[in-house]
């Protein structure tokens, strides 16, 4: 708390000074005109009532709090009290002096507003919160403004009311301004009012015609989806009863035949059954049950229900990775687990070799499952479209695979029915990973908006981006992106979380959604380029809406739209970056022709190729150079590479430069552990004899966050 001034009443004059201090205190913290007006017209009313009705107050100023920080007048008499309190706060009293309107008047000019009374005395305390822009209180400007008091006598009473008057013609040539554009809005409304009217009566009649299909629809899935299972269930019965020989012997053929007639009536109650689930969530008739479950045993429990479908293929493995530091959930663990069955199912039928790993993350009060194939991938144009119902993507992994195209829409709707949602990440020729986000515990409405603990640990070797972002699933993607290069995410999901992460440090970019939950991000971005501090940091704008324009004519140095693209990604933070340095590249190897090949391939860039033939030459360079990237050979004679790595990461001044090792040893797992993060990247100089050599460099350097 800093206290700024004092003031007694005690003469009808006191209460003009009151009201001219409480301008002068209000316009040095950074109040604009209107609130040290405001400011101003409530001190000087409530200290009129403490002089007509007490004789004598005492006015104290002062400034509370650290983030906001807040104004507060504290205005105390010593008189009889106020008998009628509770019916002038409610606007019901008319005084025989006046219109009766102090307090409340006052009231609604200021932020905060508390009245004490008693027969020993009142106290109204009253406070303005500081804007937004205004510097934060310090001692120092404490003092600056309490000297400033000190030094400025107060106007002459006539000095006042001339003040008062200027300030009553403002405010009047801004209601004529108002009164103006309500009557030009009002002329617009009548003129288009006929039109909303009609729009409104066709979108009535549309909405009941929808509503309508849609629960002939719903009822006609459920009543068909019924009639259906009975007959299929007979099917599969008296086909189990022909397979298990019990009215004696099939031929082969035969056999085949009440095999094949099996499996089709397999296929069909799946789609029966998930066509019913489906009427069932549309009609709001599907039920929840929340219980309390541990994750590690919903995972045994899909570990060892879906490990027969691995028989198919047994090139590709199925990881749970254990659970860690994830509460006891209390939801639909039926429906949680179908979720994931229907995600696990879908990656087994398009990965025929590599993983699926199914993982789960504790964010705020939510539980992100995520199931990560290393299948054929999703084209971009189908990412949305396998989440309509009776959708499957085209391939020939999935002509092999016959499918009902109701589990992912399922799916979506089962975890929007708990409180969450899902998402997904692919990349073609990679893999896929889908997202199912679901709340602890059901029907908790925190469980959408909470915010994770702030934890911040930044890597001393690689350069921080600040992600303002507030989508789990897309902070995933960038992380993912980022993984293997120089750069590390560093994550806010609120400009709360984005302004304190700028107070600890300065991050190399920043990647700025401008669509945050609740939040508008245009006047973050605006500010950020005005504060000489953060200025000359380059902002990235990427959201979902073509809001280009706007986002350059308010500073941002680059856009892209959602989805972005891992390349083009890793592209334009390089040139933010490094703008227009030079770019050096050393190669450190001692065979000549490795440096041959190597700079045959950089021959088309803009690079300056410096070389070194071993390693002490090598660690001078990389000194006195300061170069952009460093190729580094680990077999050479006196000093080895990861001798060179060593020496070059545990100096200040040769730590920033990212390395990449080029090397044609097959290296140990050991040896791998002790290059660690140390290198951007570990490449076979075989792999740079190939035909795909330019692509693999080109991406390899973008990593290592040069410009190309």
Same mark, same amino acid.
């Given at each position: %708390?800093?206290?700024?001034?004092?003031?007694?009443?005690?003469?009808?004059?006191?209460? =003009? %000074?009151?009201?001219?201090?409480?301008?002068?205190?209000?316009?040095?913290?950074?109040?604009?005109?209107?609130?040290?007006?405001?400011?101003?017209?409530? =001190?000087?009313?409530?200290?009129?009532?403490? +002089?007509?009705?007490?004789?004598?107050?005492?006015?104290? +100023?002062?400034?509370?709090?650290? *983030?906001?920080?807040?104004?507060?007048? *504290?205005?105390?008499?010593?008189?009889?009290?106020?008998?009628?309190?509770?019916?002038?706060?409610?606007?019901?009293?008319? *005084?025989?002096?006046?219109?009766?309107?102090?307090?409340?008047?006052?009231?609604?000019?200021?932020?905060?507003?508390?009245?004490?009374?008693?027969?020993?005395?009142?106290? =109204?305390? %009253?406070?303005?919160?500081?804007?937004?822009?205004?510097?934060?209180?310090?001692?120092?400007l404490s003092m600056q403004i309490a000297d400033k008091l000190a030094i400025q006598p107060p106007d002459n009473p006539f000095a006042e009311i001339q003040q008062q008057n200027q300030e009553l013609i403002r405010t009047l040539d801004e209601l004529r301004k108002h009164q103006e554009e309500?009557?030009?809005?009002?002329?617009?409304?009548?003129?288009?009012?006929?039109?909303v009217v009609a729009l409104y009566a066709e979108l009535d009649e549309k909405a009941e015609f929808l509503e309508r299909a849609n629960e002939l629809k719903t009822h006609f899935l459920s009543n068909m989806s019924h009639?259906?299972?009975?007959?299929?269930?007979?099917?599969m019965s008296l086909s189990a009863m022909l397979t298990d020989r019990m009215d004696g012997e099939l031929t082969t053929e035969q056999e085949k035949q009440v095999m094949f007639i099996r499996k089709s009536a397999e296929g069909l109650l799946e789609l029966v059954n998930d066509l019913l689930d489906l009427a069932k969530v549309e009609a709001g008739k599907i039920v929840v049950y929340p219980k309390?479950?541990?994750?590690?045993?919903?995972?045994?429990?899909?570990?060892?229900?879906?490990?027969?479908?691995?028989s198919h293929n047994s090139s590709t493995s199925?990881?749970?990775?254990?659970?860690?530091?994830?509460?006891?959930?209390?939801?639909?663990?039926?429906?949680?687990?179908?979720?994931?069955?229907? +995600?696990? *199912?879908?990656?087994?039928?398009?990965?025929?070799?590599?993983?699926?790993?199914?993982?789960?993350?504790?964010?705020?009060?939510?539980?992100?499952?995520?199931?990560?194939?290393?299948?054929?991938?999703?084209?971009?144009?189908?990412?949305?479209?396998? +989440?309509?119902?009776?959708?499957?993507?085209?391939?020939?992994?999935?002509?092999?695979?016959?499918?009902?195209?109701?589990?992912?829409?399922?799916?979506?709707?089962?975890?929007?029915?708990?409180?969450?949602?899902v998402s997904l990440f692919s990349e073609m020729g990679v893999g896929s990973t889908f997202f199912a986000t679901i709340p602890i515990v059901y029907g908790d409405e925190t469980a959408r908006v909470s915010v994770p603990e702030i934890s911040w640990e930044l890597d001393p070797l690689r350069s921080p981006i600040l992600v303002i972002e507030d989508n789990a699933e897309t902070i995933f993607t960038y992380e993912k992106y980022l993984e293997k290069s120089i750069y590390q995410i560093v994550s806010a999901r609120s400009l709360k979380e984005a302004k304190y992460a700028l107070e600890k440090f300065k991050p190399k970019a920043v990647l700025l959604d401008v669509?945050?939950?609740?939040?508008s991000t245009w006047s973050f971005l605006s500010k950020m380029k005005q504060n000489p501090a953060t200025q000359d940091i380059p902002i990235l704008v990427a959201t979902v809406i073509d809001n280009e324009k706007k986002s350059l004519a308010l500073g941002a140095d680059a856009f892209l739209i959602k989805p972005v693209d891992r390349l083009l990604l890793l592209k334009k933070i390089n040139t933010l970056v490094r703008g227009d340095i030079p770019q050096k590249l050393l190669i450190v190897d001692d065979q000549v022709v490795s440096r041959y090949l190597l700079k045959q391939l950089l021959a088309d860039s803009r690079f300056t190729i410096i070389e070194a033939t071993d390693g002490h030459s090598g660690i001078q360079l990389a000194h006195s150079e300061n170069p952009a990237c460093i190729f580094l050979d680990l077999v050479m004679p006196e000093m080895n590479g990861l001798e060179v790595l060593e020496h070059l990461k545990s100096n200040t001044a040769t730590r920033h430069i990212p390395v990449i090792i080029n090397t044609s040893n097959l290296l140990s797992e050991e040896e791998i552990r002790n290059?660690?993060?140390?290198?951007? =990247?570990?490449?076979?100089?075989?792999?740079?004899?190939?035909?795909?050599?330019s692509a693999i460099l080109s991406e390899v350097l973008m990593k290592a966050g040069l410009v190309l």
């Open positions: %708390m800093t206290t700024l001034l004092n003031i007694e009443i005690r003469f009808e004059q006191d209460v =003009v %000074m009151s009201r001219q201090r409480a301008r002068q205190i209000a316009q040095g913290l950074g109040f604009d005109p209107q609130d040290q007006t405001r400011i101003a017209t409530a =001190v000087s009313e409530i200290a009129r009532n403490a +002089f007509q009705y007490a004789k004598l107050g005492k006015i104290e +100023f002062r400034v509370e709090g650290e *983030s906001p920080q807040i104004l507060l007048i *504290s205005i105390s008499d010593k008189g009889e009290g106020i008998a009628n309190l509770n019916i002038i706060q409610e606007g019901n009293y008319k *005084s025989p002096t006046g219109m009766g309107l102090g307090i409340i008047g006052s009231k609604r000019l200021m932020d905060r507003f508390d009245i004490e009374s008693s027969p020993s005395g009142t106290k =109204v305390v %009253m406070g303005k919160t500081l804007p937004k822009r205004a510097a934060k209180l310090t001692t120092n309500l009557t030009d809005l009002n002329r617009e409304l009548e003129a288009t009012n006929r039109g009639e259906f299972r009975t007959p299929l269930n007979s099917i309390e479950f541990e994750l590690s045993d919903l995972f045994a429990t899909l570990r060892g229900m879906l490990r027969p479908l691995l199925l990881i749970f990775e254990e659970p860690v530091d994830i509460p006891i959930l209390n939801t639909d663990e039926g429906k949680v687990a179908q979720i994931l069955r229907n +995600f696990i *199912s879908n990656a087994l039928k398009y990965t025929e070799q590599g993983e699926i790993r199914i993982k789960a993350d504790k964010i705020g009060n939510n539980v992100v499952f995520s199931v990560a194939d290393t299948g054929i991938g999703i084209a971009p144009k189908d990412r949305e479209r396998i +989440f309509e119902e009776f959708t499957q993507v085209d391939s020939l992994i999935q002509k092999r695979f016959k499918g009902t195209g109701l589990g992912l829409p399922l799916s979506r709707k089962l975890a929007e029915l708990l409180g969450g949602g669509l945050l939950e609740e939040e290059i660690g993060n140390r290198a951007v =990247v570990i490449l076979s100089k075989e792999s740079l004899s190939s035909q795909e050599a």
